[in-house]
C-alpha cells in the first residue's frame, strides 16, 4: 500500500466519520456545523491526493471558510436546542434520512455495477489539465456566457438574502 | 505534487510546535491537590454566572456572513481569470468588468438598504 | 533529501525561527510601549529584562491547565493547538530567500489565503466553547471582522498576482527582481493595495486599531478569558504569529521579497519582514480602537469597491504594458 493509498482511506474514512457526526449529533447544533468543517477539509484534502490542487484550494475556501461560517451564524441565529425537536418528531426525521440515505446508496451501487469505476484504469490527462491557465482559459472562453449568469445568480442571491434577513432585523 | 508533499511535512512541523508546547506544559505543570466550585467557575466579573453564555445572536452576523460568501465565491472566479489576461486580453477584461459590474449592483442595493451597517 | 524531509527540515528551520521571533517580540513590544509612554519597561531580569520572556514562558507553562466546569472540555483543549497549526502552516509557501522555502506551490497564495482562512473556527470554537458570555461576544466579533476582511484581504493579495501573472510566490518576487516591486511601480495600484493588504491583515489578526473583540474595557479578554497557562500561551502565540507572516507575505508580494542590493537574499527578507511587523507594534501604541460600525464601514463601503477597482486597473495594466513592464 503506498503513503498516497492509506492517506486516501485516511481522509476519506474522515470525511465519512465526521458528516455521519454532523447528521447524528441532534445533541448540539454547533458540534454539528464544527464536524462539517471536518469534512470540508479532508474533502480538499482528497481533492490533493487527486492533484486537483485548484478544486482541493477553492473546496477549503469556498466550503471551508465561508459557507461553514454562514451555517455556524445561521445556528447562532437560530439558537436551536434539542428541545425545539420532540423525540418522535426526531424519529420520524432519523428515519426518513436512513431511508434516503440507503435509496442513495443503491443508486450508487447500481451507476458502480453499470459502468464499473475500477474496471479500467483511468486514461492520463494532459499536462497542465485542471490547472489555473485552462480553467481560466475554458471558463472565460467557451463557457463565459456561464460565468456572466453566474454573476445574475449571485445578485439575485444578494437581493433575496437582503430581502428575507432585513424583514428579521426591523 | 513534490511540492505538495513538502508543504505536508511544514504543515506536520506545525502540528508538532503546538503539541510539543503542550506536553512540555503538562511536565511542568503543577496541579492543586483540591479543586472547588468557586475555582472553576465560568468568569463574570466575580458575581455568580446569570444564565448561560450560549446565547442567540443578532441577524447581522448573518447577513455579513452571506454577502462574505457571496463575495468569496466572486473571488474564486477572479482567480482564474487573474492568471488568464495575458493569453486572452482585452476580451477577458471586458468579461470581468460585466460580472464585476453586475455584482457591484448587488453591493450598491446592499448599501442603500443599510444591510452593510452595524447599526 | 525526499520532498517530505525537504519540507520538513526546512519547516523546523524556519517554524524555529518564528516562534522564537515572535516570543522576542513580546520583550521587544513592551519595552518599546513603555518608551512610547515614557516608562521603563521589564528591567529586573538580565540585561534591559530581555530574561524576563524566559521568566514568563516558564511561568506560563509551571501554570495549572485550569478547564471551567461549564466548558465544552474536549473542544476548549482543541482550540488553542489549531490556531498555531493553521497559522504556522501558511508559513509553508512564504520563501525567505532562494533557497529557503519549504514548499513552493504553484497556486500558493491561493494556499496562504485558504488556510489563513480556516484560522477563524478555531478562535471562535476557543471563544464558544468556554461558556462565557465575554469569551462567545469576543468570539463573534472576531469571526465577523475576520470575514468581513477577508474580501478586500483577498482582492488586494490579487493585484500582484495579475501584475506577476503567477500564484507562485517565487515566480512573484522574481517578477519584481526584474522589474520593480509592487509597491513602486505600477504607480498607484501596488501601493494601494499593500495599504488595504497591510489594513486588512491587522485586521484579521485583531490587532489595534481592530482589536474590538478582545476590548478589554468591556470584553474582559474576549475570546481568552477563561483560558489559562500554555493554551492562553498558544492563542497569544498564535495572534504574535499571524502578524509576523502577515509582515513576511507583505514583504515577498508587495516589496519584492529577496530582492536587493549588497547583502544576500535572505537578508533583506528578513529586513523587511521586521520593518513591517514593527510598523505593527508602531501603528498598536499610537492609535485607538474602532466601534463595529466604523470597522465594518470602513470594510464594505471603501476597501472592498476599492480593491475591486485596483484589481481591475492592474489588469489593464497587465494587458496594455505586459507583465514586468
Known amino acids: ?46 481533492y490533493l491526493l487527486l492533484e486537483a490542487y485548484l478544486v482541493a484550494a477553492f473546496q477549503i475556501m469556498v466550503y471551508g471558510g465561508a459557507i461553514v461560517v454562514l451555517f455556524l451564524f445561521v445556528v447562532m441565529l437560530l439558537n436551536l436546542s434539542t428541545d425545539e425537536f420532540p423525540p418522535s418528531k426526531q424519529r420520524l426525521i432519523k428515519s426518513a434520512f436512513v431511508i434516503a440515505g440507503v435509496a442513495i446508496l443503491a443508486q450508487i451501487l447500481i451507476a458502480l455495477g453499470h459502468d464499473p469505476l475500477f474496471a479500467t484504469p483511468p486514461e492520463a490527462v494532459p499536462e497542465g489539465y485542471g490547472g489555473y491557465r485552462q480553467v481560466g482559459i475554458l471558463l472565460y472562453t467557451d463557457y463565459v456566457l456561464l460565468v456572466e449568469m453566474a454573476s445574475l445568480l449571485l445578485l439575485a442571491a444578494i437581493v433575496g438574502a437582503l430581502i428575507l434577513a432585513k424583514r428579521k432585523i426591523d | 505534487m513534490d511540492q505538495w508533499v513538502a508543504a505536508a511535512g511544514f504543515v506536520a512541523v506545525a502540528i508538532i510546535v503546538p503539541v510539543s508546547m503542550l506536553v512540555g506544559a503538562k511536565l511542568l505543570a503543577v496541579t492543586a491537590k483540591s479543586s472547588s466550585k468557586l475555582k472553576t467557575m465560568t468568569y463574570e466579573c466575580g458575581e455568580e454566572p446569570e444564565g448561560g453564555a450560549w446565547l442567540q445572536f443578532h441577524p447581522r452576523y448573518y447577513l455579513v456572513a452571506l454577502i462574505f460568501v457571496l463575495f468569496d465565491i466572486e473571488a474564486v472566479f477572479l482567480f482564474p481569470w487573474a492568471l488568464a489576461i495575458e493569453e486572452l486580453g482585452g476580451l477577458a477584461i471586458v468579461d470581468m468588468l460585466i460580472f464585476v459590474l453586475v455584482l457591484l449592483l448587488g453591493w450598491g442595493y446592499a448599501l442603500r438598504k443599510g444591510a452593510l451597517k452595524w447599526q | 533529501m525526499t520532498p517530505l524531509m525537504h519540507g520538513f527540515v526546512w519547516g523546523l528551520v524556519i517554524a524555529t525561527v518564528l516562534v522564537t521571533i515572535a516570543v522576542l517580540s ?56 489549531f490556531t498555531v497549526l493553521f497559522t504556522l502552516s501558511v ?235
Not at chain 3, 510566490?169 to 520593480?180: C, L, M
Open chain 1, 1 to 46: 500500500m503506498t503513503a498516497e493509498t492509506i492517506l486516501f482511506y485516511l481522509f476519506g474514512g474522515l470525511a465519512v466519520i465526521s458528516a455521519l457526526g454532523m447528521v447524528l449529533n441532534t445533541r448540539n447544533t454547533v458540534a454539528s456545523v464544527l464536524s462539517l468543517v471536518v469534512t470540508m477539509v479532508s474533502l480538499g484534502a482528497v
Open chain 3, 26 to 81: 513580546i520583550w521587544f513590544e513592551r519595552k518599546f510601549s513603555a518608551r512610547m509612554q515614557s516608562r521603563l519597561g521589564p528591567t529586573l531580569v538580565g540585561p534591559a529584562g530581555i530574561l524576563q520572556l524566559v521568566a514568563d514562558a516558564l511561568k506560563m507553562m509551571q501554570k495549572e491547565d485550569l478547564i471551567p466546569e461549564k466548558a465544552d472540555s474536549i473542544l476548549f483543549r482543541l482550540a488553542p493547538p
Open chain 3, 91 to 325: 508559513a509553508a509557501v512564504i520563501p525567505f530567500s532562494e533557497n529557503v522555502l519549504a514548499a513552493d506551490l504553484d497556486i500558493g497564495v491561493l494556499f496562504m489565503l485558504a488556510v489563513g482562512g480556516l484560522v477563524v473556527f478555531p478562535v471562535w470554537i476557543a471563544g464558544w466553547s468556554s461558556n462565557n458570555k465575554y469569551a462567545l461576544l469576543g468570539a463573534m466579533r472576531a469571526v465577523a471582522q475576520g470575514i468581513a476582511y477577508e474580501i478586500p484581504l483577498v482582492l488586494s493579495a490579487m493585484v500582484p498576482v495579475v501584475l506577476a501573472q503567477s500564484m507562485r510566490f517565487s515566480d512573484i518576487i522574481s517578477v519584481q527582481a526584474e522589474t520593480h516591486w509592487f509597491v513602486i511601480w505600477p504607480l498607484g495600484p501596488g501601493l494601494i493595495a499593500f495599504v488595504i493588504f497591510f489594513i486588512c491583515s491587522l485586521a484579521e489578526a485583531n490587532r489595534i486599531p481592530f482589536d474590538i473583540p478582545e476590548a478589554e474595557s468591556e470584553l474582559v479578554a474576549g475570546v481568552t478569558t477563561e483560558y489559562a497557562g500554555m493554551r492562553f500561551g498558544l492563542l497569544q502565540m498564535a495572534e504574535y504569529l499571524h502578524t509576523l507572516i502577515a509582515s513576511a507575505v507583505a514583504a515577498a508580494i508587495f516589496f519584492g521579497g529577496w530582492d536587493g542590493p549588497f547583502a544576500p537574499g535572505l537578508h533583506w527578507m528578513v529586513l523587511k519582514t521586521l520593518a513591517l511587523f514593527f510598523t505593527i507594534f508602531w501603528i498598536r501604541w499610537s492609535l485607538v480602537r474602532f466601534r463595529s460600525d466604523q470597522l465594518m464601514a470602513l470594510c464594505w463601503k471603501y476597501l472592498l469597491p476599492l480593491s475591486l477597482l485596483l484589481v481591475m486597473v492592474a489588469a489593464l495594466f497587465v494587458h496594455y504594458c505586459g507583465v514586468g513592464a
